[in-house]
């Protein structure tokens, strides 16, 4: 066979190897982005750049399961933590099916057992260094991590921050729509809710013997009781939550005291210890044996914090 035939058959051989090579290459795409990534969010002073929403998260504190909860991400739990109260009757079922890893804060070791790509803290504690779970630990496991807002907070928060910390979750997740959606329904009931009339002195209680661990200035509870009508007493103390002296909650005559309902102290023995108290014996409050409750996942920064306006307006 002469040389030229030999080329010219070795070329028709080579050509549907090449268009068959050429056509893999002009179908083959870049896997396709999910809408609204890759998403870039600095939470506490960390900035994480997520290219896809987690799969495997880990919620610590009850508050912030809610917000999952609420946007209907319940099938991107991997596993929940640190239960402060009844979660609300529309959570129960989701609830109920998602894994809890430990009654308070699991070990780092049962943490990554759960194989989480994301930890979701409601409080500082959640992301302690000296328990191993500090954010910097994460990452360095691969984890990327989330701390509700009110656990940075440098100044006093409000429904702003609310709208902020669930609508970050929402983008996080890819489900921007459903936190718009929340947002907006928010807004309206606490446009209707809001109290206009002259502001009653209120005292929070959360606990304490010794001392009285109240609610300070900085947190969504200061914010709550100023749109349900009220006035905090201790709205100069600054921070979310910390200790005031029984001698400054007699100064103060608060009208009407919240007692916050969690834990193994039950609401009748709160106010048994206020009432039995011959140093508050004269404060109007207790004179006048006027109470209000919340639980204590209605007055942190979650999706309960609009309709805890209603719920204590209704008792001022």
């Given at each position: 066979?002469?040389r030229?035939i030999?080329?010219?058959l ?6 549907p ?15 396709s982005?999910?809408p ?26 009850q508050?912030v ?5 609420e ?18 009757p ?5 609830y ?7 009654k ?7 943490l ?9 803290g ?19 496991s ?8 009110e ?11 609310v ?12 489900v ?9 329904a ?10 206009k ?22 947190g ?5 009781i100023?749109?349900?009508?009220g ?14 002296s029984?001698e400054?909650?007699?100064d ?11 834990g193994g ?9 206020l ?20 639980p204590l ?14 719920k204590l307006?209704d008792?001022?």
């Amino acid at each position: 066979m002469s040389r030229p035939i030999r080329l010219l058959l070795a070329a028709a051989l080579l050509a549907p190897l090449a268009a068959c090579s050429s056509s893999d290459g002009a179908d083959s795409k870049p896997e396709s982005k999910a809408p609204g990534f890759p998403y870039t969010v600095t939470n506490c002073g960390v900035k994480t750049t997520y290219e896809a929403p987690p799969k495997r998260a880990v919620t610590m504190n009850q508050h912030v399961t809610e917000v999952m909860l609420e946007l209907g991400l319940e099938d991107r739990i991997a596993g929940t933590a640190y239960l402060d109260d009844k979660v609300l009757p529309k959570y129960a079922k989701a609830y109920a099916d998602t894994p809890v890893l430990a009654k308070e804060y699991p070990s780092y070791e049962k943490l990554l057992a759960a194989n989480p790509d994301f930890v979701y803290g409601g409080y500082a504690s959640s992301f302690l260094a000296g328990e191993g779970r500090s954010r910097g630990a994460l990452a360095k496991s691969g984890v990327e991590s989330r701390l509700n807002v009110e656990g940075c907070a440098k100044k006093p928060v409000s429904m702003d921050d609310v709208y902020k910390e669930v609508r970050e979750v929402g983008s996080t997740f890819g489900v921007r729509p459903r936190a718009e959606k929340w947002v907006t329904a928010a807004k309206r009931e606490l446009a209707q809710t809001e109290a206009k009339s002259k502001p009653v002195p209120v005292f929070v209680y959360d606990s304490g013997d010794k001392t009285a661990f109240t609610a300070g200035g900085r947190g969504i509870g200061n914010d709550i009781i100023e749109r349900a009508g009220g006035r905090n007493v201790f709205a100069d103390l600054d921070k979310s939550f910390g200790d005031a002296s029984w001698e400054s909650v007699v100064d103060r005559k608060p009208e009407v005291i919240v007692i916050l309902d969690y834990g193994g102290t039950t609401v009748a023995q709160k106010k048994k210890r206020l009432l039995d108290d011959p140093v508050l014996a004269d404060i109007p409050a207790i004179k006048h044996k006027r109470f209000a409750v919340l639980p204590l996942s209605d007055t942190v920064v979650g999706v309960r914090a609009p309709a805890a306006v209603g719920k204590l307006a209704d008792q001022l």
